[in-house]
């Protein structure tokens, strides 16, 4: 046993040296974990089975299920170890997961040797005969351990057959018996296996805890290493802490020397991120001279035009969270020029631009990847995004042909800009007009905005206004209007207190959107051209329309099936009921007395 490998906290180091005194040992094995304590990432699971081990409430099987290089096999030999755990001095009598030290079989443990502790790859041991094999040898007591374990990795590769052959034995092994299951498939385990297991999910690290953990292994190895090249490990990892040791290790052969950004930039074929936002910044900017020569430019520095847009669509990514949450832009994995770049950009840039400009990356990367020219067909969705950004909405002709009596835009015959036939130009900007103005007016005027009220009340004057006197006129111009979803939710979350026009009093369901009074109230005013007001009552109110229509279906049918002829037909064929009522409108002769319709009556 190596002296290394008592050090508390240090994790899983037996030996920096291979058997022999010759070769190197990778750091993802160097740095293994070697308990609970030195896992990152995985508090909830680790309190769970402290809280078992405490209460004894022990369970014969765990499966444990993530991405690649989360620490599934390695949790699963920890887990071994302290079920197992013992010391010399015969202190310790039951599982726990305080180990601070090697205990009498954690050294054969850990290095997969221990005969007790059976590690088997389901991926090449999966048919029934290996199956089998457990079954049988698992009825003999443990040799010298406390209780025998079987590990399975990648336990999803079991045949069908296998999986039945050891539905039996999981559910009820013997008392010294464990099942430790590992997989990155989870859906492909049987419910069967599932149902008799507890199951831990371990997550993805934080990029943030990646940093922290890069940086205590490069302390420890004396590496010198810039925090920036420790973020883009972190970030190419994707969670995946064998993944970040991996990449750190390449990057310190790759960088022979003090591990700087720029080299792992290089080693990963990915572009500068300061430069990424710059050329971020020339594309909203609609400066498509500058965009193209810095793609040029990176590309010509060896970054892969599908790294470039994926790297665009990140940061459009993050500036989309930033201005949805703004302490998203508090990553430390981020350099402080993303993050107060990225704060600009979210308070300047609408939903709609940055919506738009990564459903286009989404789909230029695949565009990309996929063209046998790919520098021609990354600069071409550059050309389409920029473009696309001049572009006004259906909407913003309208508003501005009402607002400025312009025609809309129409392309010119050199397939670059557009042409008008008015002096305001329609152009849609890429940044957020003042609320009140029109979209061409923010596009070519730094004029403030005009006062909403007045707005409101100039549009009151100019446009044409719609009465609506009952909830039923109402229900009937969301119909109009093609607002099914309105209409919906007018029939079956709304109760009517009081509709008068431009005020509308209302109780509402529980399963009402949250959002249905405003919206309500924000399409009324678009709808009629006037101020409406909606308000929620504490009146119980009307039942909802959907209620009446099926009291009044009800009624109908009640009164079919109290037809004496209806009842000679039921009676006449046993077992037959009324599942629904219709009537033919050729039959009628009038219209019913309340005005409703013949189907109605």
Not at 170 to 198: D, G, M, N, W, Y
Not at 277 to 286: I, N, P, Q, S, Y
Not at 528 to 557: F, H, L, N
Not at 577 to 586: E, L, R
Request: glycine share 6%; net charge negative; proline share 6%.
């Amino acid at each position: 046993m190596s002296e290394a490998a008592n050090i508390p906290g240090r994790g899983l180091d037996l030996g920096d040296t291979p058997a022999g005194g010759t070769g190197y040992r990778v750091l993802a094995r160097k740095y293994r974990p070697a308990s609970f304590d030195d896992l990152i990432g995985q508090d909830a699971m680790v309190r769970t089975i402290s809280n078992a081990f405490e209460s004894g409430r022990i369970p014969q099987a765990w499966i444990l299920t993530g991405v690649r290089g989360v620490g599934k096999t390695t949790t699963a030999r920890i887990l071994a170890r302290a079920l197992n755990y013992e010391l010399p001095d015969g202190s310790v009598t039951a599982p726990t997961i305080a180990m601070p030290k090697m205990g009498v079989h954690c050294q054969a443990i850990v290095e997969s040797r221990h005969i007790d502790v059976l590690e088997m790859d389901a991926a090449s041991h999966n048919s029934v005969e290996d199956v089998r094999q457990i079954n049988d040898a698992i009825r003999y007591a443990p040799v010298s351990a406390r209780y025998k374990v079987y590990i399975l990795d990648e336990v999803h590769m079991l045949s069908g057959a296998a999986f039945n052959a050891l539905l039996k034995t999981l559910e009820e092994p013997p008392p010294h018996a464990k099942f430790i299951f590992a997989t990155t498939e989870i859906r492909k385990v049987p419910v069967t296996v599932l149902s008799r297991c507890q199951r831990f999910d371990l997550r993805r690290v934080d990029a943030a805890l990646l940093v922290k953990h890069l940086e205590g292994i490069a302390a420890k190895e004396n590496i010198d290493v810039e925090p920036a090249a420790l973020a883009l490990i972190a970030r190419a990892a994707e969670g995946s802490v064998r993944d970040s040791l991996s990449l750190f290790d390449q990057g310190i052969a790759h960088a022979a020397g003090p591990v700087r950004a720029e080299d792992v930039r290089q080693m990963l074929g990915l572009a500068d991120r300061v430069r990424v936002v710059d050329l971020f910044e020339a594309l909203m900017k609609g400066d498509m001279p500058a965009a193209l020569n810095e793609l040029r430019e990176q590309y010509d520095i060896g970054a892969d035009p599908a790294a470039i847009l994926s790297d665009l669509a990140e940061f459009t990514h993050f500036v989309t969270r930033v201005k949805v949450v703004p302490s998203v832009a508090d990553d430390v994995s981020l350099s402080e020029a993303e993050r107060k770049r990225g704060r600009a950009f979210a308070a300047q840039l609408s939903m709609r631009v940055l919506s738009r400009t990564w459903q286009m990356l989404l789909k230029g990367v695949g565009e990309v990847q996929a063209s046998g020219r790919p520098v021609a067909a990354a600069e071409m969705v550059l050309v389409r995004i920029a473009y696309a950004a001049d572009l006004p909405t259906p909407d913003e002709v309208v508003r501005s042909l009402s607002e400025t009596g312009a025609t809309p835009a129409r392309p010119t015959g050199n397939g670059g800009g557009t042409s008008t036939q008015s002096a305001a130009p329609m152009m849609a900007p890429r940044y957020d007009a003042p609320r009140g103005s029109s979209r061409s007016q923010a596009a070519v005027s730094p004029r403030p905005a005009e006062d909403p009220v007045a707005a409101l009340n100039a549009q009151d004057s100019a446009a044409p206004t719609l009465s609506i006197d009952s909830f039923e006129e109402l229900i009937a111009l969301a119909t109009e209007k093609r607002d099914i979803t309105m209409k919906m939710a007018l029939e079956r979350d709304v109760r009517l207190v009081r509709c008068e026009d431009g005020q509308l009093e209302i109780a509402v369901e529980t399963s009402a959107p949250k959002t249905l009074v405003h919206d309500l109230q924000r399409k009324l005013i678009a709808w009629t051209g006037k101020r409406w007001i909606v308000v929620v009552s504490k009146e119980q109110g009307a039942p909802t329309m959907r209620a009446q229509m099926d009291a009044r279906q009800a009624e109908i049918e009640l009164g079919v099936q109290s037809d004496p002829l209806v009842q000679a037909v039921l009676n006449r064929f046993p077992g037959a009921k009324i599942v629904g009522v219709t009537q033919n409108v050729s039959e009628v002769t009038e219209a019913p007395p309340d005005g409703g319709s013949a189907e109605e009556d």
